[in-house]
């Protein structure tokens, strides 16, 4: 009933600059926060950063200043601006957003199935 699709993952070298996009769809009624995660090469996944309903963005210390995240309600998007990557950055990044369709009772966590970002010269 729900589906979450990213985009815009790609090789980039290194100091360069990314946009992932990351848009819901389905019988969604509402949906509360969203963010993005990513799982480096044989590491466990790592929040990235998450957006508030009302555009209120936070990030984990390695990415601030470099990435931000923005939202669209009216399009139940999230997007990620990836500025002065490093190799560190390489990942699957994955997005998320809490939500509610139609039906249910509560919210949930529904994920993307992740885009591929490489850093690298």
């Known amino acids: 009933q729900v589906q979450l699709v990213e985009s815009g993952g790609g090789l980039v070298q290194p100091g360069g600059s990314l946009r992932l996009s990351c848009a819901a769809s389905g019988s969604i009624f509402d949906i509360n926060q969203m963010g993005w995660y990513r799982q480096p090469p044989g590491k466990e996944r790592e929040l990235v950063a998450t957006?508030?309903?009302?555009?209120?963005?936070n990030y984990i210390d390695s990415v601030r200043g470099r990435f931000t995240i923005s939202r669209d309600n009216a399009k139940n998007t999230v997007d990620l601006q990836m500025n002065s990557l490093k190799p560190e950055n390489t990942a699957v990044y994955f997005c998320?957003?809490?939500?509610?369709?139609?039906?249910?009772?509560?919210?949930?966590?529904?994920w993307g199935q992740g885009t591929q970002v490489t850093v690298s010269s």
């Open positions: 998320y957003a809490s939500l509610i369709y139609y039906g249910a009772s509560y919210y949930a966590d529904y």
């Open positions: 957006i508030t309903t009302s555009g209120r963005g």
